[in-house]
């Protein structure tokens, strides 16, 4: 796992975690506790795959659970939604705050002067949208859809937007950017999800989730969006020249400690 330290101008340093999918953490809880972040910010994906042998998505994962509950022994940690979380229900979302988690489920918060939100995948938002038509039943299936046509939902955005504070957005999709992120009034967008394009060559990536081939947003930062590569891997390609990433950005005028692969 590579440490990646960005110098920007944030108020505090964020440690920017995605894409776990349910793997082994201890790396990554060894470097946050190195690094002391002020906030961990989780962007999505830290779960994996469909629908779980018996009840709960988040009570079934091997990994996902503890690692939340370890990293809040460390830092306040603010967990958005990516499209592994998808099957989701109440009950999961309970389970993450009873570790300590703030969950930002298309909501924010305001603290300590800085407004954090959490901009849930379309995956998660669409169907929860279907399983209240079959309230009956805790996984009805099927449930067929094609995520490209799918929309986030924006309506609190507004809000969101309109608050004086600092604001840091987690979205952990990159290739909502520009469809809908790049032109809002938000000081800082965090993502994931792109797995580092898979395949690095000179800088650029093969192919991302949502984005398809020879993607725009594989990694690094771009503007106001901070991208990472993410901590693991789910797509039969395979990653190759990019290893997984574990992300720091901190206040512009602190120094980063320089990649440590
Ligand atoms: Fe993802």
């Not at 793997?23 to 060894?30: D, E, I, K, L, R």
């Not at 955005?157 to 979205?171: G, M, N, R, T, V």
Request: aromatic share 12%; charged share 15%; hydrophobic share 40%.
């Amino acid at each position: 796992m590579q440490e990646t330290f960005y110098s920007l101008p944030v108020p505090l340093t964020i440690a920017l975690v995605a894409d776990l999918h349910d793997h082994p953490y201890t790396a990554v809880v060894s470097s946050l506790q190195a690094n002391k972040p002020d906030i961990i910010c989780i962007a999505g994906d830290f779960t994996h795959g469909g629908f779980p042998p018996s009840g709960l998505k988040m009570e079934n994962t091997e990994y996902a659970l503890s690692f939340l509950a370890a990293c809040t022994e460390i830092a306040p940690v603010y967990v958005s939604l990516g499209n592994h979380e998808w099957l989701f229900c109440e009950q999961d979302l309970a389970v993450l705050r009873s570790v300590g988690a703030v969950v930002l489920e298309n909501s924010f918060i305001l603290k300590d002067g800085i407004a954090i939100g959490g901009l849930t995948s379309a995956r998660f938002t669409h169907y929860r949208l279907y399983r209240k038509g079959f309230a009956s039943l805790i996984y009805p299936r099927p449930y067929y859809f094609d995520a490209k046509e799918l929309e986030p939902d924006l309506s609190w955005l507004d809000a969101f937007e309109a608050q004086p504070e600092y604001k840091i957005l987690l979205s952990h999709h990159p290739e909502y950017y520009d469809k809908y992120l790049c032109n809002r009034k938000i000081d800082l967008i965090l993502s994931g999800h792109a797995h580092g394009g898979q395949i690095r060559l000179g800088g650029y990536g093969l192919f991302a989730p949502g984005q398809g081939l020879l993607p725009k947003y594989t990694s690094g930062v771009y503007g106001n969006l901070v991208l990472t590569r993410g901590l693991s891997n789910t797509a039969l390609i395979p990653r190759l020249f990019n290893p997984p990433e574990l992300v720091y950005i901190l206040p512009a005028r602190q120094h980063p400690a320089g990649n440590r692969g």
